[in-house]
Structure formats: C-alpha cells, structure tokens
C-alpha cells in the first residue's frame, strides 16, 4: 500500500471542506443558513464563510421588485361579468431577520406563496366588484385599486411582502353587455346632441327677435326724432312766414298800400306751385270776381288767426 495515498485523501477532503466554507451571495438577494433544520442567520450578498458540513443554506431569498399577470373574472351586483387583466408587483418587505424568516419558512416553496397571493387579490377585488353595478365599474379602475391595497397590506407584512402596485390593464364584458354598453352611449350622444341643436336655435331665435326689436326700437326712435325735427321745422317756416308777413304789411301800412295786394301774391304763388308740382294734369279755379272776392276773404280771415296766435306766442 502506497503511504502517501491516506495523506493526499486527507488533503482532498480538506480541500473540500475548506472550499465550502466559503459562500458567494449574489446581489439583490439574501441566504438564509440553517443548523440542522432550524434558522441559524442571514448571509448578506458578496463573500461569506460558514461553518462547513454544520451550517446549511436553506434557500436563497430575492429581496427585488417581482411581477405577475392575473387574468381572472368577477360578477357585479347586477349579475354583469367583468373579466380583468391585471398585474401585481411585489417585493420583499424588507431585508430584517425577522422579515427575511417569515419569507423562508411562511410557505413550503415559491409556487404556494404565488397560489395564495393570486388567490387573494382575486378574492378581494371579486369581493369588492359584486357591491357595484356594471355600468359603475369602468369608473372605478382606481377605487378598486386602493380597495386591494388597504384589504391586503397587513395581510402580505406577515408573509414578509409588500404590495407595491396593482394595475388593471384591461376590464371587459361580455359581447351582449358592450354591444348594450355602445347603444347607450349612442343615444345618449344623440340625445346631447339634440339638446345642443335645440339649445342653437333657441338661442339663434332669441338674438333675431332681440336684434329685430332693437331695429323696430332704433328706427321708431328715429321716426319720433325726425318728425320732432319736421314740426319744428314747419313750426320755424310759419313763424318766419308770419314775421315775413307782419313787416311786410307794416310796409305797406306806412305807404299807404292796401295790404291785401299781399294776400292776392301768396294765392298767386299758390296757384303757380299747384301747377309746377301737381301730378294732375287739369287745376280747377273758380275765376269769377265773386269767386276770387271770397277766396281773398277766406285768405285774409286765416291771416287773421295766424296773425293772433303768432302775437300771442311771442308775448
């Protein structure tokens, strides 16, 4: 028997044992070590020791944000299906010992812990859905949200974890109730639409009627203006007339001149303007003396009153 081949077995073995003292953790996550079945302590991530063959390392914990997709369905209140798509991320809640056990030794592997952690979210959200009505559940994307996370968070702290974020990718129904879904919407469109046009007209109708008025208003306005202007242009003619007139026969008066030669002038021009600017084509005058006597009579009997109530205007 060679006498070296107990020493290079000696060697060997303690090569061995040597070599698996030493543990290399990675980033981001931590080893759990037990002795003999029962937690002994945590290896942090880079190079550690640890005594061989005696010390165990139970299992290697990831303490980075992990995701998953949910697909699943619920029912409303008014028996309408929802079926959402959704996704969950999660983390370890922290990396203290206490913490870091509840994450090791909570469930017997990652599968269960997965199984549970689905199953109640779902729970939740069915839970929480079959207390509204469908039409309201699209509305509620972000209530649901919250619900989960205040229904979940000292559920999850005492498995070790932490909900960071639930979101619901996508909620639909079923073909009936999007094709019913659709027609409301359509008419309720059509039915604003409606109100609006409605509301156009009126509004359309309501600033004619008022421009239309203002117009009526401006223009009667105008009407009263002008003939105010016109009365008291007559009124400015005859009083100019009548000043005309007085001195005229005042004149005349001092010359010793009948002042019905004026009278005769003004039925004269009557007579001429009749005929430049009638629209008739024959003027019918009574040319006898006794006819021109008493139209001169009648001529002076209106300058009489003209004369008085100009005298009295002016006093």
């Known amino acids: 028997m060679n006498p070296t081949l107990p020493l290079l077995t000696i060697v060997f073995l303690g090569l061995i044992v040597l070599f698996s003292s030493f543990v290399t953790v990675k980033q981001g996550t931590v080893a759990v070590i037990t002795i003999f079945g029962k937690f002994r302590r945590i290896l942090a991530p880079g190079l550690n020791l640890k005594l061989p063959l005696i010390e165990q390392i139970h ?110 990718n996508d909620i639909t129904f079923d073909d009936v109730i999007l094709k019913s879904m659709s027609q409301v919407v359509a008419s309720n469109n059509l039915k604003a ?71 005769f002038t003004m039925w004269t021009e009557s007579i001429k303007h009749f005929a430049e600017n009638s629209t008739g084509n024959v003027i019918f005058l009574d040319g006898s003396v006794e006819g021109m006597e008493r139209t001169m009579k009648e001529v002076m009997s209106l300058n009489l009153l003209k004369t008085d109530h100009v005298k009295k205007t002016t006093k």
Not at 77 to 98: G, N, P, R, W
């Open 59 to 168: 299992s290697r914990v990831s303490i980075q944000n992990r995701s998953v997709e949910l697909e699943f369905q619920a029912v409303t209140i008014d028996q309408a299906k929802v079926y959402f798509k959704a996704m969950l991320l999660y983390s370890v809640l922290d990396q203290a010992e206490e913490t870091i056990k509840n994450v090791a030794f909570k469930f017997v592997d990652e599968k269960n812990l997965m199984q549970a952690l689905i199953r109640t979210i779902e729970g939740s959200i069915r839970a929480y859905v079959a207390t509204k009505r469908q039409a309201d559940v699209l509305t509620l994307r972000s209530d649901i949200v919250q619900h989960v996370k205040q229904q979940l968070d000292q559920i999850l702290e005492t498995w070790g974890y932490h909900l960071q974020d639930l979101q619901l």
């Open 193 to 263: 639409a409606a109100e609006n046009e409605g509301q156009a007209l009126l509004i359309t109708k309501t600033k004619a009627a008022e421009a239309e008025g203002n117009a009526i208003k401006i223009a009667a306005e105008a009407e009263r203006q002008a003939a105010q202007l016109r009365g008291q242009g007559i009124a400015l003619f005859r009083e100019e007339v009548a000043k005309g007139m007085s001195a005229a026969a005042e004149e005349m008066h001092k010359a010793d001149i009948d002042t019905s030669v004026i009278l």
